[in-house]
């Protein structure tokens, strides 16, 4: 029996049929698994709050996604085919802390249930009886398996597992085993109340969450050389080009650094460091010391500068990484007052104009870009002791 406690998180979910499908291995793991099919409508009020990814259409922000295929797919079989449609749909994976089940009124009661695979299904059911269900239509059942545990590790394990044909973003994936927590603690140290986005949904979101993979990329152009040797990146220190090329190789590299116990002060540094690398960022982004050099690949708005390409801050940022220095509690950025953005901005003048043939996205994946703004920071730093 469940506590009462717990009736505030309850949820009734009527059924078909059911039947108790567990294994030995879960009935010794103290798990129970059930399957069966129920009437759409007891899907529809489900949360999804455990799974990788909500419905897209109707992800976070005002800007929604265009149906996909998929979502294209399951409209058709729903209006078209009502009646095969639990055959032809996949069905829907949901998880529960615990449940018990009344065979007599064909009903269970389910603890604190999510969606773990079928939010899109789910998403298209809702659109279904609001937009288009009526009386000449059957009412479509809808396979389930109810997966019971109260193991919040093994949850997240089987809604990242269970997504995997779907092709889930990195990302999302890394929201959901919590790797960019910490992250975005560390990130709220400067700049309060900040949201990183943690699954592709949020993506979606116009209210200002931040880039989280942008975030990563920048955070790994400004690491310092020792951080990066020590932690055998598979890359030449010196060299950041894949910072700005290479997306998914850096979140990756992220992901591996949050789980690797030998190297968990280059995690720190890189903690440190990412509130910093978006601080320089956001500058240069949008730095009116460009006006006035001609690159045409800069948006502007009149004179004012409105954003800068990235493949011009990439080698700027990277070659700050110099600048990164240990004060015996934190890494911070330590730029020589000498030094002068003017300076900076003379050098990537000339990169891009001279070795990137005026073409932002040649000088953000070219090595000799990023040694030619790197020798200019390393002159400074010798001066500098």
Known sequence: ???????????????????????????????????????????LELDDNENVREYLVEAKGKQ???????????????????ELFSILNGGIVIVARDAEVDDKVKQMTLL?????????????LRRFFA???????IEPSIRFEIIVTDDDDLIADISIARNFQNDVRALSIAGRRGQLDELEAHMRTKFPGVELQKSE????????SLDTEKLI???????????????????????????????????KLFQRLVDDQENQDVYKCFLDVAPLAWELYAKWKVHQGFVGTGIRSIEREGRQIKEVPDGLIF????????????????????????????ELIRAADQAYKEMADHNPQTMGKSKACYSHILQVTSIFARLAG
């Not at 108790?20 to 099919?37: C, F, H, L, M, W």
């Not at 929604?64 to 009502?82: C, D, G, M, W, Y």
């Not at 604190?112 to 298209?124: F, R």
């Open 217 to 251: 990329q920048v955070t790994f152009a400004l690491l310092p050389a020792e951080m990066m040797k020590k932690f055998g990146a598979q890359a030449d220190p010196e060299n950041k080009v894949f910072s700005y090329s290479q997306k998914t190789r850096c979140l």
């Open 131 to 137: 937009k288009t269900f009526n009386a000449d239509y």
């Open 1 to 43: 029996m469940m506590s009462a406690s717990a009736a505030t998180n309850l949820f009734a979910f009527p059924y078909h049929n059911c039947r108790n499908i567990s294994s030995p291995e879960d009935q010794s793991a103290g798990r129970k698994v059930y399957s069966g099919t129920a009437p759409a409508r007891s899907v």
């Open 315 to 342: 080698p700027i940022i990277a070659a700050n990484s110099v600048f990164i220095k240990y004060n015996g509690l934190r890494w911070q950025l330590q730029p020589p007052k000498v030094l002068t953005d003017d």
């Open 201 to 208: 949904s949020d993506q979606n979101d116009t209210g200002g």
């Open 64 to 82: 929604k996604k265009t149906p996909t295929l998929v979502h294209q797919a399951i409209r058709k079989t729903l209006e078209a085919n009502t």
């Open 112 to 124: 604190k249930p999510s969606i773990i695979n079928g939010s899109q299904t789910q998403g298209e």
